[in-house]
Nanobody, 118 residues
C-alpha cells in the first residue's frame, strides 16, 4: 500500500515561486511519480511526471519551462518546484503514483491548495 501526503501549498503573488513536496510511504521507488491539479469548476489535469530513477521527466505544455519535478528516493519524497506562477495556476495540486509512464495513477494524495493572486 502506498500513501502520499502533499505539503507546501499556499498563497503567492503572480510571478512568485512555491515548492510542493510529496512524502510517500510504501514502496514507491519503482513507481512513476506525478503531479496533477484541479482548478475550481474544471476537471483534474496532468501537470508533470518523473520516472523511478529521476532520469526522465514530462510536463504539460502549460507549465513547461516554469515547473520542475524531481524526486529523492532516499527520502521517499517528490517535489514540484513552481516558478513564475500565474493566476491560472491556482488549483488544488495532487501527488500521485503510477506503474505506467502516462497520465494515469494508482495512488493519490489528498491535495494541497495553491492560490496565485494577480
Amino acid at each position: 500500500q502506498v500513501q502520499l501526503v502533499e505539503s507546501g501549498g499556499g498563497l503567492v503573488q503572480a510571478g512568485g515561486s512555491l515548492r510542493l513536496s510529496c512524502a510517500a510511504s510504501g514502496r514507491t521507488f519503482t513507481y512513476n511519480m506525478k503531479w496533477f491539479r484541479q482548478a475550481p469548476g474544471k476537471e483534474r489535469e496532468f501537470v508533470a511526471r518523473i520516472n523511478w530513477s529521476g532520469s526522465s521527466t514530462y510536463y504539460a505544455d502549460s507549465v513547461k519551462g516554469r515547473f520542475t519535478i524531481s524526486r529523492d528516493n532516499a527520502k521517499n519524497t517528490v517535489y514540484l518546484q513552481m516558478n513564475d506562477l500565474k493566476p491560472e495556476d491556482t488549483a488544488v495540486y495532487y501527488c500521485a503514483a503510477g506503474r505506467t509512464a502516462d497520465s494515469t495513477a494508482d495512488y493519490w494524495g489528498q491535495g494541497t491548495q495553491v492560490t496565485v493572486s494577480s
